[in-house]
């Protein structure tokens, strides 16, 4: 009977009736019974065919289950003595790898990096290595779609594993249903993410040992930096900025008034008194986005002028949608 291996309901019947008839039948009987579930007692260790009289004869369970045991017991000390084993068998391709240089360019212990694939390849490969805690700093609204699908399993396998996971968001991802439902489901496995109404830049920490910060306006290269002193500041306005942040119950985000639509909370926070740079700062947005709202705000209410718009509103319930 090999390890791991269980008789199916057919088969425990079928030994069962073997029992029944003193625990010896004819093979030939039982073969006519089901050809199949002989075969599968006989390779499970439950029978023994005798050729020479063209018999079966029921094993006991028990003898056959302590010799199962001794065989995973076995299998099981093999796989541990193994597991101490592999990274001395692999530790010729770990120096190997290590002395391997980067096909960057190498400033001090700054790499810029160009090519958008070669900066994914050397994100995963630090995700790959980080074992303590990841500080993330991601400015702007609603997650790339592509990019929460391959985050998600990465993610709670890594919470899993016993890691940290800390995010600042703006406040107009908020108003993305599926960058939400995101954040619910990681703040549920471990991951604390907060909003932070200010702007503040794009910056990645592994294990407070390596940076990554956008090298162009575009965000199309990157610099991925080791200088702890350079690291260590940036871990500091990250704290920073994280002490200030928001707490959010993403889970019951979808029923509070943060979720209305982001020209029904630009109107809100005009009518506040808010000026259209204050709005952009507070939601996460740019001024030229801001004023296409309230753009939109104007029609809606007839206003003439922004002054107007902020009267007229200031006595309404709440803006009205097309």
Not at 40 to 57: F, N, P, Q, Y
Request: a negative charge; proline letters at 4%; glycine letters at 6%.
């Amino acid at each position: 009977m090999k390890a791991g291996s269980l008789p199916n309901e057919a088969e425990r019947k079928l030994y069962q009736a073997i029992l029944e008839q003193g625990g010896r039948v004819g093979f030939r009987e039982a073969v006519e019974q089901d050809v199949a579930g002989v075969l599968r007692l006989i390779e499970l260790g439950l029978v023994i065919h005798h050729t020479a009289d063209e018999s079966l004869t029921a094993v006991n369970p028990r003898s056959v289950s302590e010799r199962i045991s001794a065989e995973l017991r076995s299998a099981g000390t093999r796989m541990l003595v193994q597991a101490e084993e592999m990274p001395s068998l692999l530790a010729e391709l770990t120096e190997a790898y290590d002395a391997t240089p980067r096909k960057v360019d190498r400033s001090s212990e700054i790499q810029h990096i160009d090519d958008f694939r070669e900066i994914r390849h050397r994100i995963v490969q630090l995700e790959a290595e980080c074992r303590e805690e990841v500080l993330a700093a991601q400015p702007g609204g609603a997650r790339p779609a592509d990019h929460l699908e391959y985050a998600l399993p990465r993610t709670r396998e890594y919470l899993a594993q016993g890691g940290r996971l800390r995010t600042l968001y703006q406040p107009a991802a908020r108003f993305d249903e599926a960058t939400v439902r995101y954040a619910a489901q990681v703040t549920d496995w471990g991951e604390r993410i907060r909003i932070l109404s200010e702007p503040f830049t794009r910056v990645l920490l592994f294990d407070r040992r390596v940076a990554i910060i956008p090298a162009s306006a575009d965000n199309s290269s990157a610099a991925f930096i080791e200088d702890p002193a350079v690291v260590g500041f940036l871990v500091g306005v990250f704290e920073r900025d994280w002490e200030r942040a928001e707490r959010v119950q993403w889970g019951s985000v979808s029923d509070s008034a943060e979720s209305l639509p982001v020209h029904e909370q630009v109107g809100r926070l005009l009518a506040k008194g808010l000026t259209q740079r204050a709005i952009a700062n507070r939601l996460g947005l740019s001024e030229r986005t801001v004023a296409g709202h309230i753009s939109r705000l104007r029609e809606l209410y007839d206003a003439e002028t922004l002054f107007q718009l902020g009267w007229q509103m200031r006595g309404a319930e709440g803006p009205s949608a097309d």
